[in-house]
């Protein structure tokens, strides 16, 4: 895709022209399959029903009913038609369970070449232009110019009025959502715009008012990183708002082609990193500049390490985890923001093997249920050994349910708790997570995990996340899941046509045992509004405010310095930071316990010379504080 996107844009009328090829029978065969997983595969059905009031199956059995009383010659226009069943999917509000449009809506996104966020002062809320597409320009129009009005509509009412068209699960969700989508909207899940251009209103940087009419276009949008359709690991332990990963990906190639130069030069086996184009100062390089920006910052309180992560998404786990590792220990030690703001999620299993990483404690990953339904029985009976998605922990209960009535089966994690803890802490000093109402699904686990665990501070942006709690699979792993079998209810669908549905919900751990994420969201401990200089100056003062958060906090650190052996026992000298006691397990065997101070303590362990690795765990005031591994030579 060329870096200007203007090259390759087109008109939304001469889009639009091409829409129209969907005929009766396929438009039934939609409702009728989307009817199939709202009442037998959607684990969120009884919530959303009680929650908002709604009931998704009623409405599709009246639109197939009407559907049923029409002909090719009567049935309306084919985006009504989309806008419609749209609709019903986006009356329960959860950006997991989606119509997925049918070509030539698929692959494409309709954008506005700059972006506005919002920001707060005294006198309210601000909108501001934060990015400007290359080739795009206007009198006065450039970062920092604020927006007054959209199409004649007050800016705050026209983002109100926009997010009550979107499938938030909260209020900060929804009005997140339709602020973001005033400039871009992908195709795979929204219908382009009904208007054909957008009258923008602004104020320019000497208080003139001005006012330009832009058109929308209409462009491919940058491929997804991850197959979800094919039956694999990776295509089961999905948790993705589709719409905020192809919006990220929109947001690449319209704002950000120094990130896609970078994905080329690792494509191109650039050996040496530090001469990846387009580094910023203070930058880290990354294997993986799609997914991870990590430098050191400068605030008031210090210097700190900031590492962004923009997506879960991802083939391999493991090799995530790996390249967060190496960068997180490229930066400072003394204190760490992880900030996942707007991350649609990902491969689970990424957002919860990352957390060893932060922590001491074990890992307890969050456990997930089916609905109790005969297909989703079905599902579970037949794949109870695969190895591929491992469903049968849930089939005893799910079998019980036909008796005793259940709503939901048991609940099981979907990330190993072995893979969970598999390297344990990397990263030993304070952590702080900065969320905002676009975190959701993965990331929304990643977030309930972080806090669940005690791991450091929650520093957000908006009220809450996203509330996005499931684990989601479209129709066409739906699909390949009961491939071979007799009387399956899941039909091909036409002409590139998908569908998503919330297979099994996630419950939180620790304090909030069996508490929902979905509709909930993570609470952050502390709330940051964001201001002018964070729009403007990279997040200036949300970053100071981060600083503050982690300059009290101390690090922990005890590590083996020198090793001897003699008469059969090991000696091990330790040095150690804010500790006072180590306890060593020789080989994952528990062997010695001391109290220590700052510094160097000696420790022999009788009968131990042939250890292979120490484990150290140093705890503060009776608190495990710090956990490390060693390799002994």
Request: proline letters at 6%.
């Amino acid at each position: 895709m060329p870096h200007d996107p203007a090259d390759a844009a087109s008109p939304v009328s001469n889009f639009l022209s091409t829409a129209n090829t969907l005929t009766l029978a396929e438009r039934r065969l939609l409702v009728d399959q989307a009817l199939v997983i709202f009442e037998q595969n959607y684990v969120h059905l009884p919530l959303k029903t009680a929650m908002h009031a709604v009931n998704p199956v009623q409405r599709l059995r009246v639109l197939r009913r009407r559907l049923e009383r029409q002909t090719e010659d009567t049935m309306p226009k084919e985006w009504i038609f989309h806008a419609e069943l749209s609709e019903i999917f986006h009356s329960v509000r959860d950006l997991h369970t989606n119509y997925l449009l049918p070509d030539p809506f698929a692959g494409k996104v309709a954008f506005l070449p700059f972006l506005i966020e919002e920001c707060t002062d005294d006198r309210g809320a601000h909108f501001l232009v934060t990015h400007v597409a290359q080739g795009f320009s206007a009198p006065g129009f450039a970062p920092g110019t604020e927006i007054t009005h959209w199409s004649g509509i007050p800016i705050a009412t026209a983002v109100d009025l926009n997010a009550a068209r979107y499938a938030g699960s909260n209020t900060s969700a929804r009005h997140s959502r339709g602020l973001q989508s005033l400039t871009v909207r992908p195709l795979r899940i929204h219908l382009p715009p009904l208007e054909e251009w957008v009258t923008v209103s602004y104020t320019d940087a000497d208080g003139e008012r001005r006012e330009l009419r832009e058109h929308w276009r209409i462009a491919d949008n940058l491929p997804a990183f991850v197959d979800t359709d094919t039956l694999s690991t990776a295509a089961a332990c999905q948790g993705l708002d589709l719409d905020a990963d192809e919006t990220g990906r929109a947001k690449l190639f319209l704002f950000a082609p120094r990130v896609i130069a970078q994905e080329q030069s690792v494509r191109e086996g650039t050996s040496d990193l530090e001469a990846m184009p387009g580094l910023r100062q203070g930058e880290v390089p990354s294997t993986m500049p799609k997914i991870f920006t990590a430098r050191e910052v400068h605030t008031s309180s210090g210097t700190f390490g900031h590492i962004r992560i923009f997506t879960f998404a991802v083939r391999r786990p493991a090799a995530f985890v790996e390249e967060f590792v190496r960068l997180v220990r490229l930066l400072p030690q003394n204190g760490l923001i992880v900030d996942v703001r707007d991350n649609g999620g990902g491969h689970i299993h990424a957002a919860e093997f990352l957390l060893q990483t932060l922590t001491p404690r074990r890992i307890v990953p969050e456990p997930v249920q089916f609905l109790n339904t005969p297909l989703n029985l079905r599902i579970c009976h037949r794949h109870r050994d695969d190895p591929a998605i491992h469903l049968g922990a849930w089939l005893p209960s799910m079998e019980q349910a036909v008796e005793l009535g259940s709503t939901f089966s048991s609940a099981f994690p979907i990330t190993p708790e072995d893979g969970a803890n598999s390297i344990g802490q990397q990263y030993f000093g304070p952590v702080v997570l900065i969320t905002n109402a676009r975190c959701y699904s993965a990331t929304d686990i990643f977030a309930a995990g972080f806090q669940d665990h005690h791991i450091g501070p929650v520093l957000g942006t908006d009220d809450t996340t996203g509330a996005g709690g499931a684990n989601v699979w479209t129709h066409q792993l739906l699909t390949d899941l009961l491939q071979g079998e007799t009387a399956v209810p899941y039909a091909p669908l036409p002409k590139g046509a998908g569908m998503r549905v919330s297979i099994r919900r996630t419950l939180r751990v620790g304090a909030q045992s069996g508490t929902p994420v979905e509709d909930l969201g993570i609470v952050p401990d502390e709330r940051h509004r964001m201001t002018r200089r964070d729009l403007l100056e990279d997040n200036a003062d949300l970053l100071d405010r981060a600083g503050l958060l982690l300059r009290d906090r101390p690090v922990h650190a005890v590590t083996v310095t020198d090793t001897a052996t003699g008469d059969g026992a090991l000696r091990l000298r330790l040095r150690t930071t804010n500790v006072d006691r180590v306890d060593v397990y020789l080989d994952q065997r528990p062997r010695a316990s001391v109290d220590t101070a700052d510094g160097r303590t000696d420790v022999t362990v009788p009968a131990a010379a042939g250890a292979l690795t120490a484990r150290l765990d140093g705890f503060f005031g009776g608190r495990l504080v710090v956990s490390t591994t060693q390799r002994l030579p």
